[in-house]
C-alpha cells in the first residue's frame, strides 16, 4: 500500500518562507501516474485546496495563494513539494499532502506569527 509522510512544518514569522515536502512508498508507478494535491484547514475553517499538480506538471492554485506559493514534484524521489513564500498570519494551519484523491499524509503544523 502507498504511505505518505510528511515534513517541513514549523514556526515563522510573516513574510518568512517555509518548504513542505512529502514522501510516497511504493509502487512507482501508480504513484507518478496520479496528480498530487496540498490541502490545509486551520480551526473554524473549511478544508482548502491549497495547490495541485497533475501528473504531467501542469499546476493550479488557489487564489489566496498564488504569487506567493509553488507545488512541484521530483519523480524519481516519489516527492511532492510545496514552497511557501511571502508567508501570512492567515495561512496558519496544518498542511495536508494527497495522491490521486485517495491516498493522504498525516499533517503538519505550519504557524506563522505576526
Known amino acids: 500500500q502507498v504511505q505518505l509522510v510528511e515534513s517541513g512544518g514549523g514556526l515563522v514569522q510573516a513574510g518568512g518562507s517555509l518548504r513542505l515536502s512529502c514522501a510516497a512508498s511504493g509502487n512507482s508507478f501508480i504513484i507518478n501516474t496520479q496528480g498530487w494535491r496540498w490541502y490545509r484547514q486551520a480551526p473554524g475553517k473549511q478544508r482548502e485546496l491549497v495547490a495541485a499538480?497533475?501528473?504531467?506538471?501542469?499546476?493550479n492554485y488557489a487564489d489566496s495563494v498564488k504569487g506567493r506559493f509553488t507545488i512541484s514534484r521530483d519523480n524519481a524521489k516519489k516527492t511532492v513539494i510545496l514552497q511557501m513564500n511571502s508567508l501570512k498570519p492567515d495561512d496558519t494551519a496544518v498542511y495536508y499532502c494527497?495522491?490521486?484523491?485517495?491516498?493522504w499524509g498525516q499533517g503538519t503544523q505550519v504557524t506563522v506569527s505576526s
Open positions: 499538480i497533475t501528473s504531467r506538471g501542469s499546476t
Open positions: 494527497n495522491l490521486g484523491t485517495a491516498i
